[in-house]
């Protein structure tokens, strides 16, 4: 007698998902109708998108230190010297490094002020800021000039994206905007923005270098001449010095202390000319490994995965509204009070209306 309720239970479970499949089954053509609508509209809102024109440039950057460079590393190396010449490699030809200062908002202010279409003999000279169309705000010309320029930054990062191969150490800037002459002037215009950007950040740590191996170099060339007045005193008081092993060991110690403190000089003064030549060196350190080309075609809109996407979506749509009618018609004619007393207040809350 207990066990009859739950067998009922069981069948009207397997009775309700039968009456699903067959109501997805009746509905066949609710659920291709649907899915037909939703992909035309996702075509139509496709189609409506603004046309964008795509243009990238991929870079490398030239970190390698030269031979003579790494030999006068090594040599430094062996006094300890390392760190007054710094890495073979510049902390500002990091791929990593490059990637977040294009990002930054001096790099990206920079480009909002280059001038787009004077390569170009059918375009006028403009700046991105007019090809942007970014309205002047009203207020003070200093605030006006000051808020446009903010909303042109907002703009312009929205507009290109950075990534890096870590392989290859290249870096790749993509750019896309509704203009292709605004396209190809930012991509040409990041490179060289940063390629400037890289050379006032070395030529600046390059000065600070300078400083401080003169300094070093100074106090170093007052350290030999000191040695080398101790061994020249040596010498003049101890002209027999061979024929006494301590005068010999005492005249080798101040020739190695000589010899030490003229290599370390040498290393520093050679040191202190790299730094002055890199200080007014004004090579680009990004090399351009694909230019970026002028974009004739504009970008694909994608429209078949907008039509998959949008049948994909009215389908759900669809299946979801039969199964709860099912859901709902089934339960009605279970005699379902709550449900009765639920769909008769929501048609009066409609008659109302």
Known sequence: ??????????????????????????????????????????????ALLPTTYSASVSVISSKSASQSE????????????????????????????????????????????????????????????????????????????????????????????????????????????????????????????LNRFIIDANSTVAAGERKFLSSREREQFERLAEVEASLSRFLMSNRQYRDSPELTFEQDRLQRQVAL???????????????????????????????????IFPDSKQLPLFFVLGAMIGSILAAALTMIRAFTESRMRAGDVSLARFMAAARAALLRR
Request: hydrophobic share 45%; with cysteine; net charge negative.
């Open 1 to 46: 007698m207990l066990d009859a309720p739950a067998d009922n239970v069981t069948a009207t479970e397997q009775l309700s998902l039968f009456d699903l499949g067959s109501s997805l089954i009746e509905a066949r053509a609710f659920l291709v109708w649907s899915s037909l609508i939703c992909a035309g509209l996702a075509l139509a809102i496709s």
């Open 70 to 193: 790494s030999r006068l590393r090594g040599l430094a190396g062996q006094f300890g010297l390392s760190d007054l010449l710094g890495s073979g490699q510049s902390a500002f030809a990091s791929p990593d490094f490059i990637a977040q200062v294009a990002q930054s908002e001096a790099i990206v202010r920079r480009l909002a002020t280059i001038v787009v279409g004077d390569s170009l003999p059918s375009s006028a000279p403009t700046t991105v800021l007019d090809a942007l169309a970014v309205p002047w705000p009203p207020g003070s010309p200093a605030d006006s000039v000051e808020r446009r320029t903010r909303r042109g930054v907002r703009k312009i990062r929205k507009m290109f994206d950075v990534s890096t191969i870590r392989q290859t150490e290249t870096i790749e800037f993509y750019v896309r905007a509704r203009d292709p002459v605004l396209a190809l002037a930012l991509a040409n215009g990041i490179v060289a923005e």
């Open 261 to 295: 403190q003229q290599q370390l000089y040498l290393s520093l003064a050679q040191a202190n000319e790299e730094a002055s030549a890199r200080e007014v060196r004004d090579v680009p350190t990004l090399i351009v490994v694909n230019p970026a080309l002028f974009p």
